[in-house]
């Protein structure tokens, strides 16, 4: 038999100490290339979005990969890039940790819009209150020490 899968993951993480580093005119250029390391990795990106002080990525996640590996390679990779290109002059790096919440195939759709709308949401909420939020609507247990 074969082995099968659906795990949907909405990963969130900022960039250090959250300064604006992340240019809104080569974003895509970022999207892009996370969706190349995604794709390696035998998974699937199915939304990247975000504005100057975080993204959110929307994927599956292929069960050979955990999840901390998973994103350590992400932000890795994709630090690298960003230093690399010379279109992201002010970034220095991601911050520790990272935010992962599941979704079933029912929310899909849902997320995906809510991703694709990052810069219009973000007039109306910051990114540490929205943060915050996404902890508390998915039970998760946290401090608030520690969301600096």
């Excluded at 035998?42 to 504005?51: A, E, L, W």
């Excluded at 002010?90 to 991703?115: C, L, P």
Aim: aromatic share 16%; glycine share 6%.
């Amino acid at each position: 038999m074969s082995t099968f899968r659906q795990i949907y993951y909405q990963i969130v993480f900022g960039t250090k100490y959250r300064e604006p580093t992340l240019r809104d005119i080569y974003c895509d250029d970022l999207y892009k290339y996370i969706s190349g390391v995604i794709q390696a990795k035998k998974s699937t990106p199915y939304q990247i979005n975000g504005i100057e002080d975080h993204i959110h990525i929307f994927c599956d996640l292929h069960p050979s990969h955990s999840l901390s590996d998973f994103v350590k390679d992400i932000k890795v990779s994709s630090s690298l890039w960003l230093k690399d290109s010379g279109k992201f002059p002010g970034f220095i790096g991601w911050q520790n940790g990272y935010g992962a919440f599941t979704y079933s195939v029912r929310e899909k759709d849902m997320i995906m819009g809510y991703i694709k709308k990052q810069k219009e949401h973000h007039r109306k909420e910051t990114f540490s209150s929205e943060f915050k939020r996404l902890l508390v609507e998915n039970e998760v247990d946290f401090e608030d020490k520690y969301l600096l």
